[in-house]
């Protein structure tokens, strides 16, 4: 079972490589915003939500690398999720997609 997944390892240390320091730049500010709100009182959750922020900033690094544009667009996603919170994000692509799929409807 483990030898099916040799490529797994190797892609996930490159993506660190490439985009851990916006990564670590979203989870700094999204811990830091949170501390400041201070909604949130239970530290579990602080750092599930960073981390979150810093999972969505290294995904937008590598879709826009795949997609042919620059990797810098990790560190704009890395202040504006850092900032806004994984909440807002969220809230924010859902009125997107439901406007996308309004617009295709039509």
Request: hydrophobic share 45%; proline share 3%.
């Amino acid at each position: 079972m483990p030898d099916k997944y040799t490529t797994v390892w190797p892609s996930l240390v490159e993506a660190l490589n490439t985009h851990g320091l916006a990564g670590l730049m979203a989870f700094v500010l999204g811990y830091l915003r949170i501390i400041y709100d201070g909604r949130e009182s239970r530290p579990m959750r602080q750092f599930i939500e960073a981390l979150l922020g810093a999972c969505i900033t290294v995904v937008v690094g590598l879709t826009s690398e795949h997609f042919g544009m620059s990797g810098g667009w990790a560190y704009a996603c890395a202040g504006f999720t850092g900032v806004l919170g994984v909440n807002q994000v969220r809230q924010l692509a859902q009125r997107w997609a439901e406007g996308k799929v309004k617009a295709d409807k039509e």
